[in-house]
C-alpha cells in the first residue's frame, strides 16, 4: 500500500526554524513530483513547494527565500526546510506526490505552529 508519512512539526517562535520530512513508500520515488501543501484555519489548502522527479523546484511566493524543498531518492524522502518563520505560517502541513496518469498520494499530515 501507499504510504506518505509526514513528521518534524511542531510549536515554534517566530524567526525560528522546522525541518518537515515526507517518508514514502510503495511507489517507485524517483517517478513521482512531490509537493508540500498546507490548509490553515479558515483558509483553502494550497501549493507551498513542489520538486520535480528532476530536481526542478517551484515555491508560493509567500515563502521564496524563506523555504527549501529537497529530496533524497536514495531514502524516498522529501524535506521542507522551513526558515524565518512567521505566525503566518501556522498551518497543517501535508505531503503530496503526482505522477502523470496516475493518482495522487496523500499524507496525513503535520501541524506547525508559529507563536510566542
Known amino acids: 500500500q501507499v504510504q506518505l508519512v509526514e513528521s518534524g512539526g511542531g510549536l515554534v517562535q517566530p524567526g525560528g526554524s522546522l525541518r518537515l520530512s515526507c517518508a514514502a513508500s510503495?511507489?517507485?520515488?524517483?517517478?513521482?513530483?512531490m509537493g508540500w501543501y498546507r490548509q490553515a484555519p479558515g483558509k483553502q489548502r494550497e501549493l507551498v513547494a513542489a520538486?520535480?522527479?528532476?530536481?526542478?523546484?517551484n515555491y508560493a511566493d509567500s515563502v521564496k527565500g524563506r523555504f527549501t524543498i529537497s529530496r533524497d531518492n536514495a531514502k524516498n524522502t522529501v524535506y521542507l526546510q522551513m526558515n524565518s518563520l512567521k505566525p503566518e505560517d501556522t498551518a497543517v502541513y501535508y505531503c503530496?506526490?503526482?505522477?502523470?496518469?496516475?493518482?495522487?498520494?496523500w499524507g496525513q499530515g503535520t501541524q506547525v505552529t508559529v507563536s510566542s
Open positions: 503530496n506526490a503526482k505522477r502523470l496518469q496516475h493518482p495522487d498520494y
Open positions: 510503495g511507489i517507485i520515488f524517483s517517478f513521482y513530483a
Open positions: 520538486i520535480s522527479s528532476l530536481g526542478s523546484t
